[in-house]
């Protein structure tokens, strides 16, 4: 089996064209082991006409989103099947729209849709409906924090200093906390300007991970619902960056990737 490596802002993904026969599951624990494998974050596999995948964390269990994934599949796409700049992926029952802006440097853009901030999507307990712009008590004392659903639940802290709140144990507690029935990845944003914010990610299973698409999009929506950044932003990570704007209703995410390897398996 043919395999390409690549990551977008960190995130690093395997994909390949769908073969029948393999536990993909399997495939997933064994390849994406950093040290007894290639190493990925998750493992995507691609079928044809219609486009649709499945995405596999890597420890084998199916993945509802990755909007980094859906950066890299796009450059897999363009680099060995499309041959228009538009074009639709079924995903998790759900159909994804997407861009490709540039060739060389490669660029895409990405419809992640709606964000949602009700309750029943947060799996916030409380009887505020959204729990937003709300406060919780924590190890640092009361925080204020913004949650919302994004394919997966996030919840947003602004922060002035970045270094010392990911050297504290804040996200691991507000991650946590029995307001959650789901536990949510928890995303310290830190203010630039109007155009420009840094985002750093505490996903709930794997601690501080490199960048995290959807992370970044939803603070880009509370941001945006709070005022604090305007309609076009820059979210900045450790290893990259993700440019957001609105169409309608939906966030629209830009972003490129970078082919790392191919693999035979």
């Known amino acids: 089996m043919k395999l390409t490596k690549y990551h977008a802002a960190g995130n690093d993904f395997l994909i390949g064209k769908y073969e029948p026969g393999i536990d993909y599951s399997v495939l997933a624990t064994k390849l994406c082991n950093r040290h007894l494998g290639v190493g990925a974050d998750g493992l995507i596999i691609v079928t044809e006409k219609p486009w649709s995948l499945v995405i596999y964390n890597n420890d084998g269990t199916l993945a509802n989103i990755y909007s980094n994934g859906m950066l890299c599949v796009a450059k897999y796409l363009s680099e060995n099947n499309a041959n228009h700049d538009w074009f639709s992926i079924n995903f998790a029952d759900k159909e994804i729209q997407v861009e490709i802006t540039k060739k060389s440097p490669f660029s895409s853009r990405i419809n992640l849709g709606k964000v949602e901030f009700s ?35 996030h919840t947003i802290v602004w922060v002035s200093t970045l270094e010392k709140a990911l050297e504290s144990e804040l996200a691991k507690d507000i991650c946590n906390n029995p307001i959650f029935v789901e536990r949510p990845h928890v995303n310290f944003v830190k203010l630039i300007d109007d155009n420009n914010i840094l985002v750093r990610t505490y996903d709930k299973v794997k601690g501080w991970i490199l960048s995290c698409g959807t992370g970044a999009a939803a603070a880009y929506i509370v941001g945006k619902t709070k005022g604090k950044i305007d309609e076009k932003v820059r979210v900045h990570l450790e290893y990259g960056r993700l440019d957001f704007f609105m169409n309608a209703d939906n966030i629209i995410m830009e972003g490129t990737a970078t082919k790392i390897a191919e693999i035979k398996y």
């Open 119 to 153: 309750n029943e999507y947060t799996k916030v307990k409380s009887t505020v409906k959204p729990f937003f712009n709300q406060e919780i008590l924590t190890v640092q004392g009361p925080i204020h924090i913004d949650t919302v659903y994004i394919g997966a639940v």
